[in-house]
């Protein structure tokens, strides 16, 4: 699964410094990388090899167009490298229209809201086809990362953005959820999954889905219950079972899979083994005879 962040390369004249300054700031926040030439080009290295560099490793090329743009010497260069190397080209309307060898190219109307505008350009790279699903692979990737409340928290506006949720997101997403106790405790987060998992628990898988409602009783003792029965029954459909394939074929936390696991071997209904297995040691967990 590509998910990456998804490179843009700001061309604008270099009077419009602290409005491409802005934009970029817009973008990232939007969680894209942004090249802008002024900023980011340390003052050692060739300038013009490091634009050449970046315009060919950008995802996208976004011009910001109006009169300073184009009596620059350097931003029409940039316009015809990226037209050369075929990139993504969403031209800004900054006060005048793409010319030339970009005019074919529908621009954006840059409004007083810059915010507004690049959710604009967002929702442009969207409908392009491979950056539509390395965009949202990203989205979900930072997301089911989160590593605090506040940032679980700010993700999930990023999430609301895909709706509607294939099924392959809508998995991705809840098995983030069980994984991540910071994305549990999130004020904002939490409730935006629970109403998620309604909406579109018919494209869950099923064992998930009950992993999910093990997970929301409140009652420890009958959650641990819940998850031991689930554990139980995981070994009588899959027989003896690794560490590992617990890892893998379960979402829970596995400190709470291990904790159901030792209940069970004290209650004489599970045994375990150290073995060797392709060369790494694992706890092997299989029922008991009787």
């Known amino acids: 699964m ?45 300038w013009q090899e490091e634009i050449i560099q970046q315009l060919k490793t950008c995802d996208i090329f976004l011009p910001i167009i109006n009169d300073n743009f184009k009596e620059s010497k350097w931003t029409d ?57 390395i965009m949202e692979n990203h989205i979900i ?18 999430l609301e953005f895909l709706e509607p949720f294939t099924p392959s997101q809508i998995n991705e997403i809840l098995r983030g959820y069980l994984a991540n106790d910071q994305i549990q405790g999130a004020w904002r987060a939490k409730p935006k999954i629970v109403s998620w998992v309604e909406k579109y628990k018919d494209d869950i898988n099923s064992i998930l889905l009950e992993q999910f409602e093990i997970f929301s009783i409140e009652d420890w003792d009958k959650r641990m219950q819940a998850i031991e029965e ?20 379960l979402d829970l936390p596995y400190s709470f899979i291990l904790d159901a696991l030792s209940r069970l071997e004290k209650e004489g209904k599970v045994v375990s083994e150290r073995k060797v297995i392709d060369g790494r040691s694992s706890s092997v967990y299989s029922l008991t005879a009787n």
């Open 230 to 249: 689930l554990v139980y029954r995981f070994l009588e459909e899959n027989g003896a079972t690794t560490d590992l394939e617990f890892k893998e074929h």
């Open 2 to 46: 590509d998910a990456r962040q998804l490179r843009v390369f700001l061309s604008y004249s270099s009077i419009d410094k602290k409005l491409a300054g802005e934009v970029k700031q817009c973008l990232e926040s939007l969680d894209f990388e942004v090249f802008l030439a002024h900023e980011d080009i340390e003052p050692a290295i060739e």
């Open 77 to 133: 260069q940039e316009s015809g490298f990226a037209l050369a190397l075929n990139k993504l080209i969403i031209p800004i309307n900054a006060g005048l229209v793409p010319y030339g060898f970009i005019g074919k190219y529908q621009a954006l109307k840059l409004g007083h809201d810059i915010l507004d505008s690049c959710m604009k350009v967002r929702e442009r790279i969207r409908t392009h086809t491979p950056f539509k699903e």
């Open 141 to 158: 990737k930072e997301f089911v990362e989160s590593e605090n409340f506040s940032s679980a928290n700010t993700r999930v506006k990023s």
